[in-house]
């Protein structure tokens, strides 16, 4: 906080700090091909727009507010708590006082769906796993990467909310229902944790109800991970939230 207020008064960063967006975790902020390549994950539109496809979005991303801003995309398809400690948070940026460092975190549904196919591992004592997962990775940044801005996502059903009781397997055990339960609890964890931390919460899950890989309008491929569009949503939800508190760092970011 009294770096933030420290910024805020100097009329933004003091020489040589700049914003540095950091992904972690899995396939919701990967760059990854199902979105089209390069460019296209959520990540990547909130640092610099495709102002040709998103021109609603020119001068709303963070390449905007500081030239120098840098990306450090390290999310990958398949991404669990296990590779975002042991590979991910091994290719972190060195942190500078000036820096405004502002990271991205989904994780968690991978987990999710190795316990799925194995009903007996759908326990309390799995749940309490999830939390315990969460609180380790978020002590670790906040002691070797102090970010300014943390950004947690819950995970997306990718079914987009279809789904009775009796229809259908998630990944091929539990039926729809059972899983979504399962999915629900881990994402109402993650929420109280988020507010017990004082990270920003993004609610992937209710936002994406109705955009599931086999529905109308698909933000979701059937491979589970965002196409472009939903990188595009989730973009936008992180910039709402961007917009509002990079205030706080001496930034004036375009309206939404």
Request: hydrophobic share 35%; with cysteine.
């Amino acid at each position: 906080m009294l770096k933030a207020i420290f910024k805020k008064y100097l009329g933004g960063t003091p020489s040589g700090g700049h914003i540095k967006l950091i992904a972690l975790g899995n396939s919701i902020l990967a760059n990854n091909k199902y979105a089209g390549g390069p460019g296209r994950s959520a990540p990547e539109l909130l640092f610099q727009n495709n102002d040709r496809d998103f021109p609603d979005y020119s001068g709303r991303d963070l390449k905007s507010l500081d030239p120098d801003a840098q990306l450090y995309q390290l999310a990958e398809d398949g991404g669990t708590f296990d590779s975002l400690m042991d590979i991910q948070t091994q290719h972190l940026p060195a942190r500078y006082p000036n820096d405004v460092v502002i990271t991205l975190l989904a994780i968690g549904g991978n987990d999710l769906i190795a316990r799925i196919q194995d009903q007996r591992k759908l326990s309390e004592s799995m749940f309490a796993h999830f939390v315990t997962q969460l609180r380790l990775v978020v002590e670790y940044l906040e002691e070797n990467l102090e970010p300014d801005i943390l950004l947690i996502t819950n995970t997306y059903d990718p079914t987009g909310g279809d789904g009775s009781a009796g229809s259908g397997a998630y990944a091929g055990v539990l039926p729809v229902s059972d899983a979504r339960k399962a999915l629900l609890r881990i994402n109402d964890d993650l929420k109280v944790f988020c507010e017990s931390k004082g990270a920003i919460h993004i609610d992937l899950y209710h936002r994406f109800l109705g955009h599931g890989f086999s529905q109308s309008e698909p933000w979701i491929t059937q491979h589970i991970e965002p196409n472009y569009k939903g990188s595009h949503v989730i973009r936008g939800m992180f910039w709402d939230v961007l917009a509002k508190e990079l205030v706080k760092y001496g930034f004036s970011p375009a309206e939404s």
